[in-house]
Structures are given as structure tokens and as C-alpha cells.
């Protein structure tokens, strides 16, 4: 699913399954709003792949929202780079304002085989990554997070420039 300019309720109820593969640069992404208002809501499954020299999967990714943003159900986002970064995000919203919230299972993961000491390649997987937010941030639902390879950061909830509760019980 993706929203421009958009007014109204954003929902996926069924199944999205989204597979980038490609020699340079894959990006792969659920449900991906930008200057929206109204809520962004995966409440049922999401199987998101993104893999190439470089790699981004995103479950949801939202900029620039007024409204809540949620998952209730079942998202899987694997980022797989051969020579380069991969980055994966369960849910990704920058300049938010609302609740962003995850009630049900985000599995993300992101592996680099990238050796070259120039480049620096990096394998970052982030459950919930928020950025310029107000509202609050929660998890209570099941986050596996899994980063190897290069410099690897795996992080349940990474949140920059929040006005709000972040919280994970």
C-alpha cells in the first residue's frame, strides 16, 4: 500500500507480501504513507524481503502523519545486502503526530556480507525507529530483532526528537 496526500484510514487487513531483488540498491516496503491524515494500520500479515548489493525493508514506514500508526498482527522485514548496508525496520515514522504503537509480532532482520573496510557496511534492524514524534511509543506485543555482519545494531525501539512515553512492557 501507498498513500500520498492522503485523508482517511490507511488498513491492511490481508495478506502483503513484497520481494525487491535487484544487482545495486533493493527497497521493499508494506504500507508506506507520506503527508497523511488519519491512521496507518497493518492488522494482518506482512511478509516484506528486500535483497541486493544494498538492502531496505520496511514494514510500515510513515512521514510526515497526523495520526496513529499500528501493527496488531504478524509483520516479518529481512534486509539481505551482498556488498553494502542493510537496514530493516519493523515500523519507521518520522515527523509523527500520534501514537505509534506495535500490539502484535514484528520479527526484523537484516544480514551484510560486505567486506570492504572502505564501504563499512552495516546491518541495522530496528523493531519501532521514530524520529521528530509527538505521541507516545509503546510495544507490548513479541519483537524478535536480528542484525550480523559489518557493524550490526539490533534494537527493539530507537526513538530521536520525541515529545511522548516511550515504553515496552
Known amino acids: 500500500i501507498r498513500a500520498t496526500d492522503t485523508t482517511g484510514a490507511i488498513t491492511n ?24 491524515t488519519g491512521s496507518v494500520s497493518n492488522n ?8 541486493g548489493d544494498e538492502a531496505e525493508a520496511t514494514g510500515i514506514h510513515s512521514d510526515r502523519t497526523l495520526g496513529d500508526i499500528t501493527n496488531t498482527y504478524r509483520t516479518t522485514v529481512t ?4 556488498e553494502d548496508d542493510a537496514e530493516a525496520y519493523g515500523i519507521e515514522a ?17 544480514f551484510t556480507s560486505g567486506t ?3 564501504d563499512d557496511p552495516a546491518a541495522v534492524a530496528i523493531g519501532i ?5 509527538t505521541g507516545s511509543v509503546s510495544n507490548n506485543g513479541t519483537m524478535v530483532i536480528t ?7 539490533a534494537t527493539g525501539i530507537r526513538s530521536d526528537r520525541t515529545v511522548g512515553d516511550v515504553t515496552n512492557t
Do not use: H, P
Open 147 to 153: 542484525a550480523s555482519g559489518g557493524k550490526a545494531e
Open 129 to 133: 525507529r521514530t524520529s521528530g514524534t
Open 44 to 51: 494482518g500479515t506482512m511478509v516484506i524481503t528486500a535483497s
Open 13 to 36: 487487513t490481508g495478506t502483503i507480501n513484497a520481494d525487491a531483488s535487484r544487482a545495486d540498491k533493493a527497497r521493499a516496503t508494506g504500507i508506506r504513507t507520506s503527508d497523511t
Open 79 to 82: 534486509a539481505v545486502a551482498d
Open 94 to 110: 518520522d515527523d509523527t503526530d500520534g501514537v505509534i504503537s506495535n500490539s502484535g509480532s514484528l520479527t526484523v532482520s537484516a
Open 116 to 118: 570492504d573496510w572502505r
